[in-house]
């Protein structure tokens, strides 16, 4: 007996054919059913892809031309742009800014502009939520953000968040304005940094100079916390630590591309669709150099703006509109003039310009420095023709596979490739084309003998 139950056990019993029927109903049902759930799995999975909204991020060095290409973009994709440009946001800093033109603005919306007079301060944590809420608004509207400027620290926080760094109460503020007050009134920086330094944040120390918003701001975080604010986790730097954990062979460009695009669909909240926009630097350098002849250029350029902000009773590097490259030169120089009974030399004027153009080609360095370490951004070769990098961009942005890259043609390398360009950037000196002779400034110089003269 127990020998034949194990038989009959091991050889299970044929069916019949009407049993068969049913058997291979059965199993087509079932197949079928696995299959519409895993290509409803596949297409919920694609759907969350798509839904992922997508911005386009335009930046790059000072002088790049990267306003008139995101202006061509909102044009042809039906976009509106946030400038991500810590100086466009006050009101009267126009030329030194390069800030859009009205007729521009008024062509294409442009947000983040005009928002503040000069005496105030913006933050990046302020932008972080003016640019977040302005895209959500163009985005609901059924348009296209397109954030463009060089302000990297604001890019940074707009695209992989804030740090989670606590907000002050109303308390704790007003008693760390009354501590630092009187410092702040009479310019004693050092002894307010020291004091902060003292009080828990010895990276204080690295500010720049009158900084009094963020050295408030870090004595508010430190008597709020009891930790300063580099205590507190940045998201970028998770975001970098993920992509670099997760790329096998550094020196494999395609992988760690693959890796960026995984990291940033799973971790970001949006489909940021990043560009950099640059030239050669010596090119770039030259370009900035006349740009900065064309500011100063004329009785209503940055020198009249920087004479505004004077009368407004401003002081040169007293806060950031007056810390701003270009406004801080101008400022400086017209206090000069104004001391001297409303009157410079040639060599003074020039002076002034070499600085301004000295600082404005130091800017731009540390911004190719900043994005040569973000790795989201794909490098784009300024000076072909702005047409093609326009379509360019349009293609990847109505890409839905996600595997575009840049043609070779329009890539921009990050680093200098040859001993001949890096003898030509060693070797550069600013060649003017406005300002060459003594007299060239000499309209200048009797527009500042004019209005500065009754400022003694």
Avoid at 49 to 55: G, S
Avoid at 233 to 249: A, G, I, L, Q
Avoid at 276 to 288: A, P, T
Avoid at 385 to 400: E, G, S
């Amino acid at each position: 007996m127990i020998i034949s139950s194990s038989v009959r056990t091991c050889f299970p019993r044929f069916p019949s054919s009407s049993e068969t029927h049913v058997f291979r109903s059965a199993v087509k049902f079932t197949f079928t059913l696995r299959r519409r759930l895993f290509t409803t799995l596949c297409s919920v999975s694609a759907t969350q892809k798509k839904e992922k909204e997508k911005v386009i991020v335009v930046s790059g060095p000072t002088g790049a031309g990267k306003s008139r290409l995101a202006l061509e973009l909102a044009k042809v994709l039906n976009g509106e742009i946030i400038s991500a440009d810590s100086v466009q946001v006050y009101r009267g800093l126009d030329v030194g800014s390069a800030k859009p033109s009205p007729s521009d603005r008024k062509e294409v919306p442009h947000h983040l502009v005009d928002i503040l007079h000069p005496s105030e301060d913006y933050s990046v944590g302020q932008f972080y939520e003016d640019a977040r809420q302005t895209t959500r608004c163009i985005l609901d509207n059924g348009r296209v953000p397109i954030v463009t400027g060089g302000t990297g620290l604001y890019l940074r926080w707009l695209i992989y968040g804030k740090p989670d760094v606590p907000k002050a109460s109303k308390e704790i503020a007003s008693e760390v304005s009354s501590e630092l007050a009187d410092l702040e009134r009479n310019g004693h920086w050092d002894a307010a940094v020291q004091l902060v330094i003292k009080a828990g944040d010895p990276k204080a120390q690295f500010l720049a100079a009158n900084d009094w918003y963020r050295l408030r701001r870090s004595l508010e975080i430190i008597k709020s916390s009891g930790s300063p604010p580099s205590a507190f986790e940045v998201p970028y730097n998770s975001f970098r630590k993920e992509c670099d954990s997760s790329v096998v062979d550094t020196n494999d460009i395609s992988s760690s591309a693959d890796v960026v695009e995984e990291v940033k669909s799973k971790e970001l909240n949006y489909d940021f669709i990043c560009f950099f926009l640059s030239n050669q630097r010596v090119d770039l350098y030259r370009s900035i150099d006349w740009r900065c002849e064309d500011m100063v250029s004329g009785t209503d350029g940055i020198l009249s703006e920087a004479r505004w902000l004077l009368d407004a009773g401003l002081l040169p590097n007293s806060n950031s509109a007056t810390r701003a490259i270009g406004y801080r030169q101008a400022m400086e120089y017209l206090l000069l003039c104004r001391e001297q009974g409303g009157s410079s030399s040639p060599r003074e004027f020039y002076n002034f310009l070499t600085e301004f153009q000295k600082a404005s080609r130091n800017f731009a360095k540390r911004q190719l420095t900043w994005f040569r370490n973000e790795h989201i951004y794909h490098w784009l070769d300024a000076s072909k023709p702005l047409d093609t990098v326009l379509n360019f961009i349009c293609d990847a942005y109505h890409d839905k596979s996600g595997n575009w890259v840049v043609p070779e043609s329009l890539q921009m390398k990050k680093e200098l490739l040859s001993r001949r360009e890096e003898s030509e950037l060693k070797s550069y000196r600013t060649k003017n084309r406005h300002f060459i002779r003594r007299e060239d400034c000499s309209d200048i110089l009797n527009w500042i003998q004019k209005t500065q003269g009754l400022k003694q």
